[in-house]
């Protein structure tokens, strides 16, 4: 099943129809699928189509019983389809002619989704990871999929998936030390930084992305695509936050201090071996993301160098 979720080719193979029910389940259902979403959907219809004796492809031939036959036959495999990902332009050219063939309540939540951006009430699969790796002991593959999505500053509403960066790992606390020093030699200098903090006695996850790097100077920098994040846990994808740099504030969003590790306009920073989270405005919303004048000793510290390896 790995094997066959990592060969996209295989949604085009002459054998595919004739798949079996519950392996076409397994894989629809798998996170890391390696197609365009839109792809899976084709395959879906092409499939269902297949099954149904007598049934062609052209829908003009088509009857309500026709639709209704469709409908029953792929209906299990409706709630596979991260419909999330698939683009309006799709949407509309491929998924609305088979309106009838798919459960009315589901349609019209994604329907509003792409007139209003508004997260459907029905329960949704995460985006798939696609290639994306990161060699984190803290969050997993699904995690940094949707900070991947940030970074190209796509809202909640609009997560999906991506191959476009690379994480590397620079620092890791629990390895290097847990320190100011440990963490500039490991980090300064290195370009675009994903920062993972997780504090003791806690699964929360707390993070920041600095897209000019570390430097060995003394002053603050602009970065109007700086963010900070949490998470409820290392796989939590349903109580993110983020805060985003205050356009009137993007001169302060990186504060460089040689006796900080990494300070985020004053708002998120480490420094004397703990992470503060000060009462700042240079980060909109700053107390959805962290309780405020928190200063909690961190149980481990990752920092990943981050590098587009695909145009947006």
Not at 239 to 267: D, L, P, W
Request: some cysteine; proline content about 4%; overall charge negative.
């Amino acid at each position: 099943m790995e094997c066959m979720s990592e060969d996209p080719q295989l949604f085009t193979s002459k054998n595919f129809p004739s798949l079996e029910e519950d392996i076409l389940y397994n894989l629809l259902k798998r996170d890391d699928l390696q197609i365009e979403e839109i792809v899976a959907w084709d395959f879906l219809i092409n499939w269902g189509i297949e099954q149904i004796s007598g049934l062609g492809s052209d829908r003009t031939d088509w009857s309500e019983d026709d639709y209704e036959a469709l409908k029953g036959t792929i209906s299990q495999f409706i709630p596979l389809i991260r419909f999330m990902d698939i683009s309006p332009a799709d949407f509309y050219d491929k998924v609305r002619p088979y309106k009838p063939a798919i459960p009315l309540h589901i349609y019209e939540e994604f329907k509003e989704f792409y007139y209003k951006k508004t997260l459907s009430k029905t329960e949704i699969l995460p985006p798939r990871i696609g290639k994306l790796k990161i060699e984190s002991n803290l969050i997993n593959s699904k995690l940094a999929n949707i900070i991947a999505s940030w970074i190209d500053k796509k809202d909640l509403n609009n997560i999906s998936s991506s191959d476009k960066y690379n994480f590397d790992l620079l620092y890791r606390g629990s390895e290097d030390g847990i320190n100011s020093k440990s963490f500039r030699v490991k980090c300064n200098y290195r370009g675009s930084c994903l920062v993972l903090v997780k504090k003791k006695k806690s699964t929360e996850i707390y993070g920041g992305y600095n897209p000019i790097g570390f430097t060995n100077s003394n002053r603050k920098y602009p970065a109007s695509d700086s963010f900070i994040f949490s998470f409820e846990n290392g796989e939590d994808i349903q109580n993110m936050k983020i805060s985003r740099v205050n356009s009137k504030c993007i001169n302060y969003a990186i504060c460089e201090q040689h006796n900080n590790g990494f300070n985020f306009g004053n708002t998120f920073y480490f420094t004397g071996g703990h992470v503060f989270f000060g009462n700042s405005d240079i980060y909109d919303n700053i107390g959805n993301v962290s309780e405020l004048n928190m200063n909690p000793i961190p149980e481990e510290i990752e920092v990943f160098k981050v590098t587009c390896v695909k145009k947006k």
